[in-house]
């Protein structure tokens, strides 16, 4: 499936959830899991629902860590 994951196009297995996209995002970075936050559709997804909310085409994701610094 098509979505964007950080204002960026993605592709997606069909059922994939929130949870398997941050483990794909995060693979490609330093970031724990332990260390960011999921918002989807502009509603923030509570890490204990990670596992069990889906994704379907065309939803905009975004995968935030914080920052250090002011």
Known sequence: MELTVNGAPAELADDATVADLVAATLARTAAGHDRV??????DVVP???WAATRLAP???V?????TAGG
């Open 62 to 66: 975004e995968v935030l860590a914080p």
């Open 47 to 49: 890490r204990s629902s």
């Open 37 to 42: 936050a999921v918002a989807r559709n502009g």
């Open 58 to 60: 065309g939803d905009a």
